[in-house]
């Protein structure tokens, strides 16, 4: 089964602390794996995608096959970061299989 | 404006009540996703379209469900005898490219329209 599993419903950190949001898949196939953002009152919007490797907003995810997982990582949080955060997958029919998110609220 | 628009943003509907929530994607967009998002949980996908055509409608709760894009632009998602349990976020997206070649290229989100039925 195609499924996503994003374990913290709510991730609270203070400012400049480093913020890491979990997120395991089960898929049987070779991945496509993203994380979307939405900020309040906006519309959902793609911040990364594991095939480009890149760096958005100072946030990183690796893939790591063996654990199944696509860990969303940044090393010092700011305050515009607070939002919520779904970890999806591509699924087969091209469509993509979201996780029920992590909100992340960073404190002053 | 350039995104995905979606009308209205919100709907009240009285149980039994069919309602028709509409999207409008990115101009020039082939793909067309519908999804629903139930309070505190991920989007779900419901539909998509390539262009006009449905390839993929396993994620329809029931048969009150239906959609279309008979242009291959405009999408309308109908649900018919409405349900207490069809409240919901229900979201439409685009993307430039079609299956195979879609998770390469960006999926655009619209903002939604809440359905409520009381």
């Known amino acids: 089964a195609q499924r996503v599993t994003q374990p913290e419903k709510l991730l609270s950190v203070f400012k400049g602390a480093p913020v890491e949001l979990k997120c395991n898949y089960s898929y049987s196939g070779s991945p496509e794996l993203f994380w979307y953002v939405q900020y309040s009152r906006q519309r959902l919007q793609l911040l990364l995608r594991?095939?480009s490797r890149e760096s958005i907003k100072g946030f990183t995810a690796d893939l790591n096959k063996g654990e199944t997982s696509f860990h969303l990582k940044k090393p010092f949080a700011q305050e515009e970061d607070s939002a919520m955060y779904y970890c999806?997958?591509?699924?087969?029919?091209?469509?993509?299989?979201f996780g029920k998110g992590t909100k992340l609220s960073v404190k002053p | 404006g350039a995104g995905v628009s979606q009308s209205p943003r919100y709907k009240v509907a009285k149980r039994g009540q069919d309602v028709a929530l509409r999207c409008d994607p990115i101009?020039?967009?082939?793909?067309l996703f519908w999804y629903q998002q139930a309070l505190g949980q991920g989007p779900e996908f419901l539909t998509y379209f390539q262009n006009e055509a449905q390839l993929d409608k396993s994620g329809l709760p029931s048969d009150r469900f239906f959609a279309e894009r008979p242009e291959g632009s405009v999408s309308t998602l109908k649900i018919q005898r409405t349900q207490q349990e069809d409240s919901a976020v229900y979201l439409c997206?685009?993307?430039?490219?079609?299956?195979?070649?879609?998770?390469?290229?960006?999926?655009?989100f619209g903002q939604g329209t809440r359905l409520t039925v009381v």
């Open positions: 997206a685009s993307s430039l490219v079609g299956p195979g070649q879609f998770l390469n290229t960006e999926a655009f």
């Open positions: 999806a997958l591509g699924g087969s029919q091209g469509n993509l299989i």
């Open positions: 101009s020039g967009h082939v793909s």
């Open positions: 594991h095939i």
